[in-house]
């Protein structure tokens, strides 16, 4: 009885992609319509006969991930050229079922980077400052700090510049290296950071910034 089920299993995953493949080799000939249709179908099988796996092969993952980001693809591009609200909301719904089925650092940074834009279109500032931070903490441990100061640079709102100086700080922290560049750069957060929480009003977050840098100060003297 075990054996059947497993054969269950193992028939139901081939079938699965070799209706991908079948899909795939249609789509240079569907308008974008009928590419969205098919590729429901692939998501559609799945939620009937794979959903209740408790783990998916690599494949199943890989063909999970690649259907999500080309159905985003479609309502994606369809908002952009229609300027439709709903589109990006749709678009939206596959990008982060993709981003849940991502297996690696270029696929995550993939669908995280389209994700920002459709945030930014959207005028949602909370769940982009949210996918920018996913974004950073999906780089390499050495390349941390560069996305983060990479994002306060060209944030706008105060509130969400803190956020990443902040989080450039704790990787500054972690640092190991060249003691002077770690100096530098904790001063040079600090003083972003006294500026920014002046502006705002944060007392307490200011004395504690002034402390750290007089400390750092001290280090380097």
């Known amino acids: 009885m075990q054996n ?9 995953e081939s079938s699965f992609l070799q209706l991908y493949k079948t899909v795939q080799e249609r789509e240079k000939f569907l308008n974008d319509d009928a590419k969205i249709i098919q590729y429901m179908g692939v998501l559609r099988y799945f939620l009937k006969f794979l959903q209740q796996k408790e783990d998916y092969s690599q494949d199943i993952r890989r063909i999970l991930f690649e259907t999500n980001v080309k159905i985003g693809d479609i309502y994606h591009k369809e908002a952009i050229k229609k300027q439709d609200s709903s589109k990006y909301f749709l678009s939206l719904e596959y990008y ?19 994700l920002k834009d459709v945030y930014y279109y959207l005028n949602d500032e909370d769940s982009l400052i949210k996918v920018e931070e996913s974004w950073a903490e999906n780089q390499q441990d050495e390349d941390k700090f560069f996305a983060y100061m990479f994002l306060a640079q060209h944030a706008e709102n105060p509130r969400f510049k803190v956020v990443f100086l902040e989080k450039a700080l704790d990787e500054v922290m972690k640092q190991e290296g060249n003691f002077y560049t770690k100096y530098q750069d904790t001063l040079n957060i600090c003083s972003q950071l006294l500026a920014i929480y002046e502006l705002l009003g944060e007392k307490e977050k200011v004395i504690h910034i002034k402390k750290l840098r007089e400390s750092t100060l001290r280090l380097l003297n």
């Open 96 to 114: 982060n079922q993709a981003l849940a089925y991502a297996s690696n650092q270029n696929e995550k940074n993939r669908v995280l980077q389209v």
């Open 4 to 12: 059947k089920f497993v054969d269950i299993n193992n028939s139901s």
